[in-house]
């Protein structure tokens, strides 16, 4: 379907919806489920203290699935540029997505034999490990397609429409997952459940992955095939572009801005369920399980209103006046969050992150592509801005993973974030308002 023009409205739709697809990934794996079932495995092996050997040492739990998290957020920021740079030469970006797509799809279902023994731990955390980098890979090539197939002026609000989209279909998988798992009235049902659930994922994400597939454009073809030099243009291109934003301050600037903000944003996402897990003061097991996941949905709900509330911001003031407005919320979760111990006190917190979660994601996303340079090569500088938050992301959850294992005590790392938000803040008022 490669003759579908530029803005035209099943085009757009077809690229939001791969947001519907990927989407539960993120919220069922990443965000709720997985992580309780990944702590409820501590539980029911009868230790005491939650740690586990791996790789020749022994790890608190939550230290463990951190620095894999970091590992793997590491192999697509090396990754990413050299498969951008012979997706750009051979011109076949989606075979690289569906490549990405059902790698991680493949994980999801793997998941299902997922053990903390020491004979099953590595196999385990590989399969964990290819959930996380389909989902990260495929995202490069995805968002590399905004301002391919949308207008400047129809990027935000596409944008917004792609994370609102994700977030209605994750939510609608993750109630029919609830549903499985607190259905069951004994825990090693409820475990079976949780394993259930990570099938339905992977194949939800292949499945509803198609739609996109079928009528997003492959990318203009020129038949070259891919030789030794061409592995690593994608390194070449990030230094063009590189000395192209020399340039460009505004977008030098923001995309500093973005590299310190989105560290802590993202490391925040990845580990909150984590946190309420094991900081918050919870009844019983099943208050627990319960109140996590409604949380979780608490989240996906109001991000929906804060994604299109934030649009509706940056229209009216600017993307970085929207921006600011928004770290400075996170920045004050921290704060909070560091003395937050009841459920009551997490539910609240949920609320807001949900209100600036999906803002501060699609708002970014948007913001760098209207700053873009009139070029042809997208793929190239969506793939230095996803470098850029990957190796951000690696940074932050290695120090939180370090500050977690080191104190015993998840509530240091998020507080140590505070100052990635003001940081952020702070460049941000170095953004000029005209790339000159």
């Known amino acids: 379907m ?36 990944y702590s409820a495995l501590f539980i029911s092996s009868a230790s ?5 050997w791996a790789f020749g040492y022994e790890f608190k739990s939550t230290a463990l699935i951190t620095f894999v998290t970091a590992f793997t957020f590491l192999v697509v920021s090396v990754m990413s540029p050299v498969l951008s740079g012979i997706a750009d030469y051979v011109g076949n970006k989606k075979n690289f997505l569906k490549f990405f797509c059902y790698v991680g799809s493949a994980g999801c279902i793997g998941l299902y034999w997922f053990d903390i023994s020491p004979s099953g731990i590595h196999l385990s955390l590989l399969f964990y490990f290819m959930g996380l980098i389909g989902y990260w890979g495929s995202l490069v090539f995805y968002n590399s397609y905004l301002p391919d197939i949308a207008f400047p002026e129809q990027q935000d609000s596409v944008s917004a429409k792609g994370f609102s989209m994700g977030y209605i279909g994750s939510v609608i998988l993750l109630i029919i997952n609830l549903i499985m798992v607190m259905t069951q009235s004994e825990g090693v049902a409820k475990m079976q459940m949780m394993r259930y659930s990570f099938i339905t994922v992977g194949i939800w994400w292949a499945l509803f992955s198609q739609y996109t597939f079928y009528y997003l454009p492959k990318g203009a073809s020129t038949g070259h095939k891919v030789t030794k030099a061409v592995i690593f243009n994608g390194v070449k291109e990030l230094k063009q572009v590189w000395e192209q934003l020399k340039e460009n301050l505004r977008l030098k600037r923001y995309l500093y801005a973005f590299f310190v903000f989105s560290m802590a944003v993202q490391t925040i996402m990845l580990v909150a369920v984590y946190f309420g897990e094991e900081e918050i003061a919870w009844g019983s097991d099943g208050e627990k399980t319960t109140g996590l996941i409604v949380s979780i949905l608490v989240i996906q709900l109001v991000a929906i209103v804060g994604a299109i509330l934030t649009s509706r911001a940056s229209a009216k003031f600017g993307n970085i006046k929207a921006l600011i407005a928004v770290n400075f919320i996170w920045m004050s979760l921290c704060f909070y969050a560091y003395f937050m111990v009841t459920p009551m006190q997490f539910y609240i917190a949920a609320g807001i992150v949900g209100l600036v979660m999906g803002g501060i994601q699609s708002l970014a996303r948007s913001t760098y592509s209207k700053f873009l340079p009139e070029t042809d090569d997208t793929t190239s500088y969506f793939s230095f801005y996803d470098v850029a938050e990957k190796i951000g992301i690696v940074i932050g959850m290695v120090i939180f993973a370090f500050i977690d294992q080191l104190t015993g005590s ?7 974030l505070f100052i990635f938000f003001l940081s952020g803040i702070i460049l941000l008022f170095r953004v000029p308002k005209s790339s000159n």
């Open 410 to 416: 998840m509530r240091n790392g998020i507080l140590f």
């Open 48 to 52: 005491e203290i939650k740690t586990v």
């Open 2 to 37: 490669d003759h579908l023009k530029k803005g035209s409205k099943k085009i757009l739709n077809a690229w939001a919806f791969y947001d519907w697809a990927n989407s539960v990934y993120t919220l069922t794996i990443a965000s709720s489920i997985f992580p309780i079932f």
